[in-house]
């Protein structure tokens, strides 16, 4: 939840919002379905809701995203249709001339 989600998965908010309580009720029935003893099953889902506040500030942090997420939500917010090659090649041309002007000017 706070290494691969925030950084790779495209949610609506309310869906975003949602993770920390499904990831809790997931694991909760995973463990119990695998035989994990209850007073363990405690702990995991205590760790879980500890780090619901962390998932969020990292979620809300565009920063955190890969090149891959940050390519697609570029995509997305321009409103270009992923079936449009061109569009696409577009929105990463403009993405590719960009990283590479901030490598010039920071060395």
């Not at 949610?11 to 463990?31: H, I, N, R």
């Not at 403009?94 to 002007?101: K, L, M, S, T, V």
């Amino acid at each position: 939840m706070l290494d691969w989600v925030h950084r790779k998965v495209i949610l609506e908010p309310e869906c975003m919002d949602a993770v920390p309580a499904v990831l809790g009720a997931w694991v909760q029935f995973a463990l119990r379905r695998n035989g994990l003893a209850t007073e363990h099953i405690g702990p995991v889902i205590d760790t879980v809701a500890h780090n619901r506040n962390e998932f969020h500030a990292l979620s809300a942090d565009a920063g955190h995203g890969g090149p891959a997420k940050e390519l697609l939500t570029g995509i997305l917010a321009d409103g270009v249709d992923l079936d449009d090659r061109e569009g696409v090649d577009r929105v990463i041309g403009a993405y590719n001339a960009e990283h590479n002007a901030q490598r010039l000017f920071e060395q």
